[in-house]
């Protein structure tokens, strides 16, 4: 258990041996020189737009490179120095990726990194490509062929779409390791991959399509099943409504009452009663209990209507199809107060709003209240460019010597924690491996209390973005377990999760917990002392 002293570090201060092994930079010996000179490098279908070289401590600003306004990001800080390369590259006649290269430049470890996506977005994860460039990957991050948050782009252009589903990030690991070998004047000595939800599921894409673009793979909380993903986020719209309706359900109730009534059947079955649901798999909850009495008018402090109690049963019960062919698992316990926010209480799902009309129907005027089970039979039965990622032979990646760390937040209020378990088991039943076997390679973690990527109220903070880091020892960071586990062969048993008090350095440490490797799960075995990981055992 690493102490409250390393925890408050900077993130980029004090690395541990790991992550200051450098290699040699080839014939980098002019890093501004070679960095300027890339603007006149020829590479395929590729158009250099401008290169930069950056000193550490820059604020770079990003208004007036790209319209960003959408994904939120202004301006990002680089801890180290760096070569930024931003290019245009084209994937057909009618369409191309934006990509950019974050070269550090004395601080290069030798290792070559790829960054993932969001959502439907076309969002570059600047801070990603920060956090991975700071500790000397040359890093790479692409748009995923448009810009912006939303699928509007998809309208009228397969190859826009096809770029969404893989040919973006792959274009952009085999530009970006060119572009790399041309900046240190020798290749890179490992690839690694990071990314969450659509980076996730961007991730397998590699593992079972790309499996040589990476040595070792960090992918969460992945966005696989897509299609389904998407039919089983339209469901909520048609469940709940709007605030007429009279299955909708407010977020106060969803707080006040679904969500202390799913911990008052459920928190305690890990042997200790502290806000988190371990193993929300475990919990099979019942919301008849919420009901209000015969006879009694509906009372929304205390109970609810059959109406919203039937709704809320079918949020968490897994959703089968016309085929009887399972769409998506249900959701599970303990994500409702985020949950409430983004599906039940919001109207449509943007994304999913924008997969079926822009993608699956073509059409701009689809009614997401009109989303039915056959409309789901009808994304999964199309499922262009293979976008579903669900095949479970990931044996090319393993005859590779490719490694692969999954994890999922157990609070997850978007992607279902439920649906990784699914597929870990597909690839165990398809390769015919057990766990034991799996261990060599493909290794997947469920983290507690961790919302979508980030956030929760658990020790969510494992390193798997820059807002999570706590260390860079390879035991409370899963990017530089991932790290130890290729180039050194130490393979994670446990990874290390923190929560600050109310989420704020400053106030030091409320939990520290070690998430298990499955199939085991975590129990409590001394209850009085639950925050410390010593409290808890794998089983």
Not at 184 to 213: I, M, N, W
Not at 277 to 295: M, N, S, V
């Amino acid at each position: 258990m690493p102490n409250s002293t390393s925890f408050l570090l900077a993130p980029f201060l004090g690395f541990f041996t790991l992550a200051n092994a450098h290699y040699p930079s080839g014939n980098l010996t002019d890093p501004s020189g070679s960095c300027l000179s890339l603007s006149t490098v020829s590479l395929p279908n590729t158009t250099i737009n401008f290169v930069n070289y950056l000193p550490a401590g820059t604020n770079i600003t990003f208004s007036q490179d790209y319209d960003l306004a959408s994904c939120g990001y202004v301006s990002q800080v680089i801890s180290v120095d760096l070569c930024r390369v931003a290019m245009e590259v084209k994937t057909s006649e009618s369409s191309a990726i934006t990509l950019e290269a974050w070269l550090p430049g004395e601080e290069w470890t030798g290792r070559f990194l790829s960054t993932g996506n969001g959502g439907v977005s076309g969002c570059i994860q600047y801070n990603d490509m920060a956090y991975t460039s700071g500790l000397g990957f040359a890093t790479v991050g692409a748009n995923n062929g448009h810009n912006g948050t939303r699928g509007l782009a998809f309208a009228n252009n397969s190859d826009v779409v096809h770029d969404f589903a893989s040919r973006s990030m792959h274009t952009g690991v085999v530009i970006g390791k060119q572009i790399t070998e041309k900046y240190y004047g020798s290749a890179h000595k490992k690839s690694y991959y990071l990314g969450c939800s659509t980076g996730g599921r961007q991730g397998f894409k590699a593992v079972q399509s790309y499996p040589e673009d990476f040595d070792g793979v960090v992918a969460g909380a992945p966005a696989l099943n897509f299609p389904n993903l998407s039919s089983w986020s339209a469901l909520f719209y048609t469940l709940f409504g709007n605030s007429t309706d009279a299955s909708f359900i407010t977020v106060a109730q969803w707080s006040a009452l679904v969500h202390q009534e799913v911990l008052n059947q459920c928190d305690g079955i890990d042997g200790v009663l502290d806000g988190i649901i371990e193993d929300p798999e475990l919990c099979r909850f019942r919301p008849e209990a919420l009901l209000c009495a015969p006879g009694t008018a509906a009372n929304s402090t205390t109970c609810l209507r059959k109406e919203q109690v039937e709704a809320v049963r079918k949020v968490f019960t897994d959703y089968y199809g016309v085929d009887g062919n399972l769409i998506y698992p249900r959701m599970q316990p303990g994500s409702e107060v985020a949950a409430s926010r983004a599906y039940y209480t919001a109207g449509p799902f943007p994304y999913s709003t924008d997969w079926y009309r822009y993608v699956v129907y073509n059409d701009s005027n689809w009614d997401p209240a009109r989303y039915t089970i056959d409309d789901a039979k009808v994304a999964n039965d199309q499922n262009p460019f293979d976008i579903a990622t669900w095949h479970g032979d990931i044996s090319a990646f393993q005859k590779c010597g490719g490694k692969l760390l999954h994890y999922h937040g157990q609070m997850d209020a978007i992607i279902t924690s439920e649906n990784s378990p699914v597929y870990y088991n597909l690839v165990s039943r398809t390769m015919g491996l057990k766990s034991s076997q799996l261990d060599e390679f493909y290794r997947f973690f469920r983290v507690s209390g961790m919302g979508h990527c980030a956030g929760g109220d658990g020790a969510f903070m494992i390193g798997n973005r820059l807002e999570s880091v706590t260390s860079t020892d390879p035991q409370d960071n899963v990017l530089m377990r991932m790290v130890d586990w290729v180039e050194n062969g130490n393979a994670p048993e446990t990874i290390t999760g923190i929560k600050y008090v109310n989420n704020d350095k400053a106030q030091g440490i409320d939990i520290v917990r070690n998430h298990c490797k499955y199939p085991k799960r975590n129990i409590c075995v001394d209850p009085a002392n639950y925050k410390n990981p010593e409290a808890w055992k794998c089983v």
